[in-house]
């Protein structure tokens, strides 16, 4: 099964690249993820990367269950691109893209999801009801990110352009 999900963020395809390739980092950035940990690093930039989300569940309790995985992950700063094999979990051999674009004065990130599990009607739930939950979810979050991060860096940018024109530089 194949799918994509996308979504435009008003930051720079550069900022989102830098922010998105960081795995170690995203049990800080995401609140939905309990755990992203490198376990081993290859001399040529491949990482096998261990990852826990949360998958929220509807309900007045607002519980999550669970999902863990691990992936073969690697990135492409040329092409603007993360790529991530699932090697352990419930999609195990599923093979993931990042790719994102330039789009006008932001940047769009798609997701590619390509999943082929033994029972194919396996796929479709697990996408349905765990893969586009939590990577539609990782993605509003990294919009976020990326949009306050890159307000604050033009922020800056015009708060020096106004320095020096204060100052007469």
Not at 37 to 50: C, Q
Not at 118 to 129: E, G, K, Q, S, T
Not at 141 to 152: I, V
Request: hydrophobic content about 45%.
């Amino acid at each position: 099964m194949r799918s994509t999900m996308s979504i435009d963020m008003a930051a720079p395809p550069e900022l989102v690249f830098r922010l998105a390739r960081d795995v170690e980092r995203w049990e800080r950035l995401l609140p939905h993820y309990l755990r992203s940990r490198v376990i081993a690093g290859e001399a040529d930039g491949t990482r096998l990367a261990s990852f826990v989300a949360r998958r929220p569940f509807m309900g007045p309790l607002g519980f999550g269950l669970p999902v863990a995985w691990r992936a073969r992950t690697w990135a492409e700063p040329d092409a603007l691109r993360l790529r991530f094999v699932h090697v352990a979990g419930a999609t195990k051999g599923m093979d993931v893209t990042w790719r994102i674009e330039p789009v006008g004065a932001g940047t769009r990130v798609f997701i590619d999801h390509d999943f082929r599990p033994r029972l194919p009607r396996f796929a479709w739930f697990v996408d349905r009801a765990f893969i586009g939950p939590i990577a539609g979810r990782t993605l509003a979050t990294f919009k976020a990110l990326a949009e306050a991060l890159s307000d604050e860096l033009e922020a800056g940018r015009r708060s020096a352009t106004e320095q020096r024109t204060y100052l007469g530089s």
